[in-house]
């Protein structure tokens, strides 16, 4: 049987065969593209070359790239598991034309590859094409018709409508038809009942897609119109995981040495075994046993490869944006896991060994960061588990309180609340639910979730207008050699966001840095002869630095001088060069697998994330500091190396960072010892940065840790403080010499006056107490002991603990108290009184605390309540007295 591997070697043979450039796969995290999280389709990292913002040579290019669709418009997370072919992460074979070859030779491509290469039997095979859209103008496809008719019969070839077989990048942008090929993998015998074309986009299991050829041949505008593009575009992509399903003849994309590795494992640890039954697809109840294992063995092996591959291309699971993705992709296997294949402990990192053993070849950065990746993934199960306990518990109190009022539905508002504040799935308290004989009003929890989702899009919502080209060219980024430059405004457009509107302009010149790479964008102004206009911030969109204005110039057209702000931008530059310093002294003194996994840098503000597994000692900071100072002193020039072939930067010894895109040519930057792969704004020497000091080092997920600094001024105005600070507090000791040692010695006297106050303070509540009791009194055969006294909370517990070892029998003792104008409430009970007479503390001090306008609560034993009202403490003390008969 031909192996997963083997097929994807054959596909990047077989196009490098027909003059295209294999590809590496762009990280599945996506870091500068504002409109997107992760990479969810196969020409994402093509996008500036698609939009004519980036030269596009080579001409033809061929990938396997990783995906992940779970969120927007494309999100098939709830059926992953339910059937044969959804996934969260999955690879998408690629084969791409910028401005060559067009639909014949993208069309023949596929088919000698299916068919010749891989064998695929013809007869089970179909196509589709667009079949036109009258109302925008847009015939049928019938030249993409005509060379399907090379290869296929006429009943082979199936008209697609407008959601199947035409593709847009989004609301606007290029688009173009499309034609899917499919393959019908059914038996003879149901192949004879049923023609394969009548099942084709029809959600049959069997008859599925496997590979889509797009031809972006025009333009959508935010009009709706459309434009024909200056540059047709052939963007193809096959499920990988579908292909090797067709090709190993399973039935089941999990059946495949894809995903059955991973699933052997499963049954290793739960002891329960994979069933291989049909999916139904039917979320419902209607399943047995069988197959509601094998659904969470699925969703386990599936979900473990996104989690993996999402942390390696630098994404931790976290409760914002891409991070909460990842952690809601966690927790859904988590919980199958809990539930269907009694897993109450963390397990999922444990498969993690079996899984880089399969695809680390192919994708060596999750083999070279397997310790972190099982590390985080065991964290978050812990985590989520913990939650699920609090899950649980919240809900059976939920339930014991609808037994109590004789109710069956669980209110939808509590299960959302479950969901939105603690993690709580719906489906899960609705096991639950039904268990115990109850359900769930899932209209109102639909109600809820489709109000936080309106909420959300208002929050979110964006409106673009359409690009207004003043002047035809690309961008050219003079930035890393000038701060001002002539410019031209090439384009700009209007852009709302809640309801506040600005523009973007994208300039022929620019010295304006746009936002990438954890360094905040460049400030500055644009100066014509007429006026000068604020840039606010500059964003990175499609290689190009996007440049945010308030206002548009009076005269767009005009020349003008772009001027970066110096000042915000030297700072942000020393503080992107001490990261690369720290970056290597971490290394030095922590060791090589010290990598970093995050930063941001603006003029005020130095962060840097790093891989290690444990806390950073302070002894090591300070070996970090000193060989940062160390090299700042140095003075090192910077050594930049621009348009560097990629593996001649690697022999240089500069470091890449996982996660990140990089492009045959690189940029490095070299400071003396310290060697990197970076695109960024960096000081002219270390020397230019002045000082570092680090302020803080703590932790931000499993195995990593984070470190602020500060440079420079900062740190210069940060001594000062210290010193101002130093000397405030040597004059409050009459400037003594040696303030250490008279602190010292005002920290011992204070302890010692500490405790003798204390000493004060427990002989009065004894002799307060040893009075009360002197002084109880008998109602119908109960000692009472009341007292309204102006004591501390602390005092007022000690005295009612006092007496009662004073009045061991038959005691109610209630003591108002008074301090620093608040009102509180004791009572305390001694055990008889509690057994024989079925009295309890929290439940009276709940009433009489309405006196004191408070509440409070606790033992039955032992209770207190604090209020607002000091004019209603007698009269409290009474109600007590009052709600136990005497």
Request: aromatic share 8%.
């Amino acid at each position: 049987m031909i192996t997963a591997n083997e097929i994807r070697d054959s596909y990047k043979k077989f196009f490098e065969s027909k003059g295209h450039v294999i590809m590496p796969s762009a990280p599945m995290v996506i870091k500068d593209d504002p409109t997107l999280m992760f990479t969810n389709a196969g020409m994402n990292q093509w996008k500036d070359i698609i939009l004519g913002t980036k030269e596009p040579e080579p001409r033809r290019r061929a990938d396997s790239q990783k995906c992940l669709r779970v969120s927007g418009k494309h999100n098939d997370l709830e059926e992953v598991g339910h059937d044969t072919y959804h996934h969260t992460m999955f690879e998408m074979l690629g084969n791409w034309s910028f401005g060559d070859y067009f639909k014949e030779e993208a069309i023949d491509y596929a088919w000698e590859y299916l068919v010749d290469v891989l064998k695929l039997n013809p007869a089970d095979l179909y196509v589709t094409v667009f079949e036109g859209s009258p109302e925008e103008g847009i015939a049928r496809d019938d030249e993409a018709a005509s060379y399907w008719s090379k290869h296929l019969p006429a009943d082979h070839i199936i008209n697609g409508n407008k959601h199947d077989n035409f593709w847009e990048m989004g609301d606007t942008g290029p688009c173009g038809p499309c034609s899917e090929i499919h393959v019908d993998s059914r038996s003879d015998e149901e192949k004879a009942l049923v023609p394969g074309r009548e099942l084709v986009n029809k959600d049959n299991p069997q008859v599925i897609e496997i590979w889509n050829i797009v031809f972006m041949q025009f333009n959508r505008k935010s009009d709706g119109s459309l434009e024909p593009l200056a540059m047709n575009v052939i963007d193809t992509g096959m499920g990988f995981e579908r292909l090797v399903r067709m090709l190993q003849g399973k039935h089941s994309n999990y059946d495949t040495d894809i995903f059955q590795p991973v699933i052997r494992e499963i049954e290793s640890l739960s002891g329960l075994k994979y069933g291989f039954t049909t999916p139904t697809g039917d979320n419902g109840d209607g399943k047995s046993e069988q197959e509601k294992t094998d659904i969470a063995m699925r969703v386990v092996a599936d979900h473990l490869r996104a989690v993996t591959f999402s942390i390696a291309d630098g994404q931790l699971p976290g409760n914002a944006k891409a991070g909460y993705v990842i952690r809601r992709i966690l927790r859904r296997a988590v919980r199958y896991a809990y539930t269907f294949l009694g897993q109450k402990e963390a397990f999922m990192f444990k498969l993690l060994n079996v899984l880089v053993h399969e695809m680390g070849e192919a994708y060596p950065e999750i083999a070279a960061q397997r310790e972190l990746i099982g590390r985080v993934i065991k964290e978050e199960e812990d985590s989520f588990l913990r939650t699920l306990e609090k899950g649980i518990s919240l809900l059976n109190a939920a339930m014991d309180e609808l037994k109590a009022q004789g109710k069956k539905q669980l209110d939808g508002r509590e299960a959302f609340r479950l969901f939105d504040t603690y993690g709580f799935p719906l489906d899960l308290t609705e096991l639950i639910c039904r268990e115990n004989g109850y359900t769930v009003d899932e209209k109102q929890f639909d109600n809820e979730m489709a109000l936080q989702k309106e909420r959300a899009r208002n929050a979110a919502v964006v409106e673009n207008g359409d690009w207004v080209v003043l002047k035809e060219g690309e961008q050219e980024f003079v930035g890393y050699d000038y701060t001002e430059h002539e410019c031209h405004v090439l384009r700009y457009r209007k852009v709302t966001q809640k309801k506040n509107s600005f523009f973007e302009l994208v300039l022929d010149y620019t010295p304006f840095y746009g936002e990438m790479g954890g360094q905040v964008g460049d400030q500055g102004v644009l100066v014509s002869e007429d006026e000068t206009i604020s840039v606010i911030d500059t964003k990175r969109e499609n290689s190009q630095s996007i440049h945010i204005v308030k206002e548009l110039p009076k005269n767009a057209e005009a020349e003008f001088m772009a001027c970066v702000d110096t000042d915000k931008r030297d700072a942000s530059a020393a503080n992107h060069t001490a990261t690369h310093l720290l970056d290597y002294a971490l290394k030095q003194v922590l060791g090589e697998h010290a990598e970093q996994k995050g930063s941001y840098v603006s003029p005020d503000t130095l962060r840097f994330d790093v891989s290690h597994f444990q806390k950073i000692t302070d002894e090591e900071l300070r070996q970090v500091e000193r060989l940062v100072n160390s090299m700042i002193r140095k003075d090192y020039p910077i050594g930049e190396y621009r348009d560097t072939p990629i593996e001649e930067a690697k022999k240089m010894g500069a470091v890449a960072l996982f996660g990140e895109k990089y492009g045959d040519k690189v940029r490095v930057v070299r400071f003396g010892p310290s060697c990197e792969f970076c695109g960024g704004i960096h000081a002219t020497s270390t020397g230019r940065i002045g000082f570092f000091k680090i302020v803080s080092e703590s932790s931000v997920a499993a195995g990593i840790r984070r470190i602020e600094a500060m440079t420079g001024e900062t740190c210069e105005n940060a001594l000062y403080l210290l010193e101002d600070t130093l000397r405030d507090l040597k004059a409050m000791f009459n400037n003594a010499k040696d303030l250490k040692a008279v602190l010292a010695k005002y920290v011992d006297e204070h302890d010692t006056m500490r405790k003798e106050l204390e000493s004060f303070r427990q002989q009065a509540v004894d002799r307060t107490a040893k009075e009360l009791a002197e002084h109880v009194k008998a109602v119908n055969g109960v000692n009472v002991v009341k007292a309204v006294l102006p004591v501390d909370p602390a005092s007022a517990k000690d005295i009612v603990f006092k007496v009662r070892e004073l009045v061991p029998e038959k005691l109610v003792c209630v003591l108002g108290s008074v301090h620093d104008n608040r009102p509180q409430l004791s009572i305390m009970l001694s055990d008889d009184m509690v057994k024989d007479h079925e009295l309890n503390a929290g439940k009276i001090i709940r009433e009489a605390a309405k006196l004191i306008k408070g509440g409070g609560g606790g033992q039955p034993h032992y209770a207190q309540a604090g209020g607002k009202d000091t004019d209603g403490v007698n009269a409290a003390v009474e109600k007590v007295l009052e709600l136990v008969n005497l």
